[in-house]
């Protein structure tokens, strides 16, 4: 049988890895400042992360979501108190699209309406409505194409004003700082306007912090930047640190009923030692404070390039755009310098995601290297 042949491969096989590096089968060492597309959250095969995840398979790998799972409330409690949201409820499932699809369904479910609010440039996930509220016509089918979304310029709040009042929203989903699109984000005033202008309306606030969450930004969760609550918060990638998990975080003003939501697979045993394993290695080494140190030395050491137009994201979710496109330099950085970044829709821009403990000479060694590669060019 051969694979479904839809991604464009780089010819290289990691086959072991440890912090921020990995290893190819030829025992060639890589930098990865993409953290296997922004999940790697507390460093590849972190001891604590093997040995909890070690000894909850060995007790108990997987029971359905019909019996007691006391790591589910465990996970919730320590995620309330890290995150400071400790008033909203968690629903656990398997990834990004599938947290956006329950929050988009949890809006619909309160407020009896269907059409979603989403901004140019977004991502949201794969699935039916995660999909259709993504701005990329080429990855929705016909089928996707029923769900009722309108798409908006972010930071502008007039256009949002005029949609939110024809009365027929249930939802608008944001991206805490863009990911795919290329780190564009809405400014402290456009979020704070967005919560009002919702509030008034009664349309439910999701904050899809699939990408932007779990320290990535700087503090816990990238809205957090700007003082807002938002109703529904989604996240995923840095759970489980590669185990696959996604979360939805949801606020009182949505009253949970049995039935409403469901999963076979989402808060299994072994997915919540990998994200219970993920907030304690996060809080036993301040990994938060960490990248905001290391962020800001990623800024002062990228000043020294001059093709660099701008940067653009927080904290260590960061795009590096340039005027001209960054393909054969992304392909020169992993080929001749061993060391992975990340692309975007926006092809100007070399996207860093590294895990969260990348260190300083870490930096160091990104950016003599890029100096170099552009000295090519
Ligand atoms: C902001 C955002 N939302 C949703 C998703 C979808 O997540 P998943 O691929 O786990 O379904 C992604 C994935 O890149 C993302 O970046």
Redesign the pocket.
């Known amino acids: 049988m051969n694979l479904f042949n839809v991604y464009p491969l780089y010819d290289v096989t990691p086959v072991r890895a440890l912090g921020c590096h990995v290893w190819d089968e030829n025992n060639v060492k890589y930098l990865d400042l993409y953290g296997g597309?922004?999940v790697i959250s507390i460093g590849h095969t972190h001891p604590d992360y093997v040995a909890g995840l070690t000894d909850q398979l060995n007790k108990i790998g997987f029971y359905s979501n019909s019996v007691q799972n006391p790591l589910q409330k465990e996970l919730a409690e320590k995620l309330g108190k890290i995150s400071g949201c400790d008033d909203y409820d968690l629903f656990l499932c398997n990834?990004?699209?599938?947290?956006?699809e329950n929050a988009l369904k949890l809006a619909s479910f309160k407020t009896g309406k269907k059409r979603v609010i989403s901004f140019s440039n977004s991502?949201?996930?794969?699935?039916s409505a995660?999909v259709a509220a993504t701005d990329n016509p080429k990855i929705n089918a016909p089928l996707n194409l029923q769900q009722e979304v309108t798409f908006l310029p972010l930071n502008q709040i007039g256009p949002l004003k005029k949609e939110l009042k024809k009365g027929d929203v249930c939802a608008v989903i944001i991206?805490g700082i863009?990911?795919?699109g290329g780190l564009d984000q809405g400014s402290t005033e456009f979020f704070k306007d967005l919560e009002k202008l919702c509030n008034e309306n009664e349309v439910i606030l999701i904050l899809?912090e699939?990408?932007?969450g779990y320290g990535r930004s700087g503090k816990f969760f990238a809205f957090q930047h700007h003082g807002i609550h938002p109703d529904i918060i989604?996240i995923?990638?840095g759970m489980g640190n590669g185990f696959?998990i996604?979360g939805v975080l949801i606020s009182d003003k949505i009253k949970a009923e049995y039935g409403m939501l469901g999963t076979t697979f989402g808060g299994n045993h072994l997915a919540c030692a990998a994200a219970i394993c993920v907030l304690d290695v996060l809080k036993k080494e301040n990994l938060i404070d960490h990248v905001n140190i290391v962020s800001a030395y990623f800024l002062e050491r990228i000043k020294e390039i001059p093709q660099v137009k701008k940067v653009k994201g927080k904290g260590l979710m960061l795009g590096v755009e340039f005027d001209f496109e960054v393909a054969g330099i992304r392909k020169k950085m992993i080929f001749d310098k061993h060391i992975f970044t990340g692309g975007a829709a926006n092809k100007n821009l070399l996207r860093i995601l590294p895990p969260l403990s990348v260190t300083k000479k870490d930096i160091d060694v990104f950016v003599d290297a890029l100096k170099e590669v552009l000295s090519t060019e």
């Open positions: 597309h922004g990834s990004g699209a599938e947290a956006n991502f949201h996930g794969r699935t995660a991206e863009q990911g795919v899809d699939i990408q932007s989604t995923a990638k696959p996604g």
